[in-house]
Nanobody
Framework: QVQLRESGPGLVKPSQTLSLTCTVS??????????WSWVRQPPGKGREWMGV???????FYNPSLQSRTSISRDTSKNQFSLQLSSLTPEDTAMYYC?????????????????WGQGTQVTVSS
């Protein structure tokens, strides 16, 4: 059974950098041809794809967030991580990690097959 679990701080201050980690079990993040994604959902709004890291380590970002986003991975721990810099209150959202199956569109979270439960991040001073 594939399981994903997000971890990180629930409250961060404006201008700081958010760091989240997704721990995966039941599926290796290096297995062809999956990709691993970060998605967020602000209160009252739809889901927003942030970026993915593929099984081979290639990374794709949402252009609207690319300048502030960094995704990395630790294959020894079967984890991948998100950093989002220059935070503002508009970055307050539920943040999710998810698995992208082969042939799915990275930018369409509706096509993802496994999700973490999400972690609430609030940006406030």
């Amino acid at each position: 059974q594939v399981q994903l679990r997000e971890s990180g701080p629930g409250l961060v201050k404006p201008s700081q950098t958010l760091s989240l980690t997704c721990t995966v079990s039941g599926s290796s993040i290096t297995t062809r041809y999956f990709a691993w994604s970060w998605v967020r959902q602000p209160p009252g709004k739809g889901r927003e794809w942030m970026g993915v890291i593929r099984y081979d380590g290639e990374i794709f970002y949402n252009p609207s967030l690319q300048s502030r986003t960094s995704i990395s991975r630790d294959t020894s721990k079967n984890q991948f991580s998100l950093q989002l810099s220059s935070l503002t209150p508009e970055d307050t959202a539920m943040y999710y990690c998810a698995r992208v199956p082969q042939d799915a569109d990275y930018a369409l979270p509706i096509q993802y097959d496994y999700w973490g439960q999400g972690t609430q991040v609030t940006v406030s001073s």
